[in-house]
């Protein structure tokens, strides 16, 4: 990650790297590790459930299930698997809400720490949990996404404050850490299960995950200003850039005003098609590749990652993009955020569309989900980044609004899947899947080209309460 401002290029101040790169490589990691716990379950399931095959051996017509073995094995139903893969996110919803109030009230650096560590101990409890009931390993994944809530909301709070406009789009790809746990985790456990059994498929992202909340807590801190280590140009450059739209005072947000604001409805749209489309595939695609497919789980992790490391280097790549059309001024905010909703939504539903008819070439169907999600890696031109043009004071409880109703998707993907799949589970069945996810692609980018806005909206903070903070700051020896 490399950034620039319109002065100098700061990964170098006084011949040691800027402390915001260090900012934007920790919220990369925080991201990457608590990705690493949302996902690993869609593989370890596979090893940890007893699948009904049937396959004739000898000639005597006797029958036999043949299963790896990966580890004890639970006989949890279809309809279980999908509850306990959407368990996650039904705790993940309870928490977005007023994750972004409490990173503003209580400081983005303890929230997001305390949700990494709780977070990994939960993770390597779950193995044990297992052996105890289905409901406790329920109940686990329930609790590890209402931890895992208040983390997106609190990494936007953070890059409200340490990121300058011209380098936002590189702060808000640092979010695609996430992306990148989900390109290790899947092909990581697939092993981990295969070499080890599916127990170390929790407990390795577990250590990973503490070790990286031990470097969070050395190196964030909420503010330039509160950071013991910044330079002091740098500091100075970073308060300059973001002006007067970002408050100093603590105020509660304006629901009423944000609830009925158009483009902020616009972007609510926008974020949950495009959470839609990345959850279903998310939770979907390691079961579509191993029981459709036919790919054993180790070619379903690494296969079923590629998609992902395509959205995380595209990601960086629009993010830079985006950068470089708000620096040059060609366009406006509000028409970047709007044309790359083509790349971020429009494409990849686009491509969804396309899998219904090269469904019967297994490798061919990897390509266009691939693709499908490299387009979207986009979405930190839009919609990812929205909430911090609309309201810079209030980005997030903007986000973490968005992202509570969004989250809705994870646990109605995986309920989609097994309502078309819970009778027969073949390629008809997921064409339709396919397509109900690419409609809910396609239309939403619609409704934000026609009432989105990038523009600062009023309601951020009133002119008078800018004025008075001005004064106030002016004042002080």
Not at 119 to 142: D, H, K, N, Q
Not at 446 to 470: A, C, H, I, R
């Amino acid at each position: 990650m490399v950034f620039i401002t319109p002065e100098k290029q700061i990964c170098s101040l006084g011949g040691k790297i800027s402390t915001r790169v260090y900012v934007g490589l920790m919220l990369f990691a925080s991201c990457f590790v608590s990705y690493m716990l949302r996902v690993n379950m869609s593989i370890n399931i596979l090893a940890m459930v007893h699948h009904h095959e049937v396959e004739v051996i000898g000639d005597d017509n006797l029958t036999a299930i043949v299963e790896p073995n990966y580890g004890t094995r639970y006989d949890w139903s279809s309809e279980q698997q999908s509850y306990l893969l959407g368990s996650y996110f039904w705790g993940y919803l309870v928490t977005s809400l007023p994750a972004g109030m409490l990173a503003e009230w209580l400081g983005a650096r303890s929230v997001v720490g305390f949700t990494l560590a709780g977070s990994a101990l939960l993770t390597a409890l779950t193995p044990i949990s297992a052996e105890i009931s289905y409901w406790l390993v329920f109940g686990i994944r329930l609790l590890t996404g209402v931890l895992a809530g208040v983390l997106y909301p609190s990494l936007h709070n953070l890059i409200s404050k340490w990121a300058p406009p011209s380098e936002r789009g590189k702060f808000i790809s640092a979010l695609l850490g996430g992306t990148f746990g989900t390109v290790v985790t899947w092909p990581l456990a697939g092993i981990l299960t295969e070499k080890y059994g599916w127990i170390y498929a929790f407990y390795v992202p577990a250590i990973i995950t503490a070790i990286i909340t031990i470097m969070w807590f050395a190196i964030v801190y909420d503010s330039p200003a509160q950071h013991p280590h910044i330079d002091k140009t740098e500091r100075e450059h970073i308060e300059k850039s973001l002006g007067v739209n970002l408050s100093k005072k603590k105020a509660l947000p304006p629901f009423g005003s944000l609830m009925t604001s158009i483009p902020f409805l616009a972007l609510t749209v926008l974020h949950y098609g495009n959470l839609w489309g990345l959850y279903f595939l998310l939770t979907a695609a390691p079961k579509f590749m191993s029981e459709v497919l036919g790919f054993n789980i180790a070619q379903a992790g690494m296969l079923a990652s590629l998609p992902y490391l395509a959205r995380l280097f595209s990601g960086f790549l629009f993010g830079s993009i985006g950068d470089a059309l708000t620096k040059s001024e060609m366009m406006s905010v509000t028409a970047i955020r709007k044309s790359f909703c083509l790349f971020s939504h429009i494409l990849p539903g686009l491509c969804l569309i396309g899998l219904a008819y090269v469904g019967h070439h297994p490798y061919w169907c990897v390509a266009v989900i691939t693709t499908s999600l490299g387009f979207n890696g986009a979405s930190t031109v839009t919609n990812l980044q929205n909430s911090q043009d609309l309201a810079p004071n209030y980005a997030g409880t903007l986000y973490g609004v968005i992202n509570f109703l969004g989250t809705t998707t994870g646990f109605l993907t995986p309920m989609v899947v097994g309502h078309f799949t819970k009778e027969k589970n073949t390629l008809d069945e997921w064409s339709i899947i396919f397509i109900i996810a690419a409609v809910a692609y396609i239309v939403p980018a619609l409704v934000f080209v026609l009432f989105g806005s990038g523009k600062v909206q009023p309601w951020n903070e009133s002119k008078k309460t800018d004025e008075k903070t001005n004064d106030d700051t002016a004042t002080q020896p």
